[in-house]
């Protein structure tokens, strides 16, 4: 009985684990999460305006600063100075991620 129990949890853990590896990051949702909550302090976007020119860096700055995603990961999971917490889910990181990757 407990090795059936047991094999159905690893059987689990595994359909788990292999349903995480097909989820993957999407940077045109990351796009749009920067659009929406970074463009009113970061340049976002090659063609975007309005943003404080002296202030925040850019996301393409950031792009080419040479941070990994597990720094950015650490970094937008806890955000400091006058960078407000905006509470992003472990999604909307990897996918805001994948947007700065992509401007690489």
């Known amino acids: 009985m407990w ?5 159905g949890a690893l059987i689990g853990l595994l359909a788990a684990f292999s349903a995480a590896e097909d989820a993957r990051a ?8 920067a659009r929406q909550w970074c463009s009113g302090c970061h340049l976002v976007a ?9 202030g925040p860096p850019s996301f ?11 720094q950015l ?7 400091h100075g006058p960078m407000p ?7 909307e990181i990897d996918n805001l991620i994948d947007y700065i990757e992509s401007l690489r």
């Open 26 to 33: 999407d940077p045109k949702e990351g796009g749009q999460i």
């Open 85 to 91: 917490d905006l509470a992003l889910t472990r999604a």
């Open 3 to 7: 090795r059936q129990t047991l094999s």
């Open 73 to 79: 990961r650490a970094f937008l999971s806890h955000p």
């Open 46 to 54: 090659a063609n975007q305006t309005g943003a404080v020119p002296q």
């Open 60 to 70: 393409l700055s950031v792009a080419h600063s040479g941070m990994t995603a597990a």
